[in-house]
């Protein structure tokens, strides 16, 4: 439905994790080398637990190679630097939910060049930013919520 991107992630736990919540809810992940871990890496594997095989993850050498994949997609970067509150977007399915390094976040370049696309998650002042996972999913549930949760199960059944 929609696409997680990673731009050169390097936090194998935090990839785990969103590639569990990419798995459970049924978006593509998108990962752009140069990543900081191996795939093979036992903490990665561990934060997706037993969910790889729901996955689909799709591999990149650049953002670039992504963007011209993907010429008519739309992408929304998410970044502290962003302007836009996340809950203002009108998410449409197929859209892409880009997200930068855990250190530096995405390049200025690219917020520079999409101005109008850039999302913020709020937060209090003085706290630096949220953790990447956790901002995948908050993100990704916004998105999914405007859609209706389609595709995906609300409730528990007894």
Not at 52 to 59: E, I, N, P, Q, S
Request: aromatic content about 10%; overall charge neutral; charged content about 20%.
């Amino acid at each position: 439905m929609f696409h997680i991107v990673l731009v050169e992630p390097e936090i194998p736990a935090n990839t785990g994790n969103i590639a569990r919540t990419c798995a459970a809810t049924g978006c593509v992940l998108h990962l752009v080398r140069p990543l900081g871990f191996s795939t093979d890496d036992k903490q990665l594997k561990r934060a997706g637990l037993d969910y790889w095989h729901l996955l689909d993850v799709r591999y990149h050498d650049s953002l670039q190679e992504l963007w011209d994949k993907h010429p008519q997609g739309r992408f929304f970067y998410t970044e502290t630097k962003g302007t836009i509150c996340y809950t203002d977007v009108a998410f449409q399915p197929g859209d892409f939910l880009v997200f930068g390094k855990e250190t530096r976040g995405l390049p200025d370049e690219v917020l520079q060049r999409n101005l109008d696309r850039v999302l913020r998650i709020p937060i209090r002042a003085g706290a630096r930013s949220l953790n990447l996972s956790n901002a995948v999913a908050i993100v990704v549930f916004e998105a999914l919520r405007q859609q209706g949760f389609s595709g995906l199960v609300r409730s528990a059944q007894p």
